[in-house]
């Protein structure tokens, strides 16, 4: 489980200050698929970083399993991070690396690489035929599942999805959708997913909150029905233009 409790953030640039989040108070579940929802600028990759550590809260604690992280040593933070894995929109690919390295580059910093891993969670997101290509070589669908095997390599019990279908069309960001529901379904992983698409988040998420000026508007729950209607309205727009 991991929880915000009165989190609040504040950059400081030259002598200006910027109120990135306000007071955020957050339940997320284990093996849930939560949704962080709320236009540019709203505080929502703040939020995410704050998950790994990448950013401090200001005041307020961030708690993963009831552990605040602020409280965590420097090497109990590295530690924490290898369990938590991210997507960028960019997909942050190293583009003179082959897929294969790409992916094989966290074991490799670990010291635990190993070519049969890097094959495995290359099957799983079906880009088996693609190892030795280089990104440039893929198209931006194909990017993301490499993103997105390079976070799954070192098997997180958390992953964290920064807008991981805004660069991508209708079809793949469907298809980079499926794929994350899976990888919940099959190891079970926490996932926070952040975009500014409500339509992605209703048909991905189980929950989410509405983030707005950094500060949270509401938390809401999402059903399957309505996640049935989304798919459904989804196929029937995919029909019309085949027809
Ligand atoms: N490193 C930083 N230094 C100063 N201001 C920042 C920094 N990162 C983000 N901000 C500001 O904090 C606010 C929230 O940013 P961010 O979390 O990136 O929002 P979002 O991901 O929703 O677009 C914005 O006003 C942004 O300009
Ligand atoms: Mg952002």
């Known amino acids: 489980m991991i929880t915000f409790e009165n989190v609040s953030k504040t950059y400081t640039s030259g002598s200006d200050q910027v109120a990135a ?9 284990a093996r849930d698929i939560f949704g962080i929802i709320g236009e540019s600028g709203s505080g929502k990759s703040t939020l995410l ?51 294969h390295e790409n ?14 891993k890097v094959q495995e969670v290359l099957a799983f997101v079906g880009l088996q035929n693609k190892e030795r290509q280089y990104p440039k070589q893929l198209s931006g669908g194909e990017k993301q599942r490499v993103g997105i095997a390079r976070a799954l390599i070192t098997q997180p ?26 990888i919940n379904q099959v190891f079970g992983t926490t996932m926070i997913v952040v975009s500014h698409e409500l339509s992605l988040i ?24 309505s996640q049935e209607e989304q798919y459904n309205s989804y196929y029937e727009r995919v029909q019309e233009n085949l027809r």
């Open 21 to 29: 989040l306000t007071e955020v108070n957050l339940t997320i579940a």
């Open 49 to 99: 970083r704050m998950i790994n550590t990448l950013e401090q809260p200001t005041q307020g604690q961030v708690k993963i399993d009831g552990v605040d992280l602020k409280q965590l040593t420097k090497q109990q933070q590295r530690q924490k991070r290898k369990e938590i894995g991210m997507i960028f929109q960019q997909f942050n690919l190293l583009y003179n690396q082959t897929v």
């Open 103 to 116: 992916i094989a580059l966290p074991l490799r910093l670990a010291g635990n690489y190993e070519a049969a």
């Open 157 to 182: 019990k958390i992953l964290l999805c920064d807008e991981p279908t805004s660069a991508l069309d209708g079809q793949n960001a469907h298809d980079i959708m499926k794929l994350l529901r899976k």
């Open 202 to 225: 209703k048909q991905l998420c189980s929950k989410a909150a509405v983030l707005e000026n950094g500060k949270v508007l509401e938390v809401f729950a999402i059903t399957n029905s």
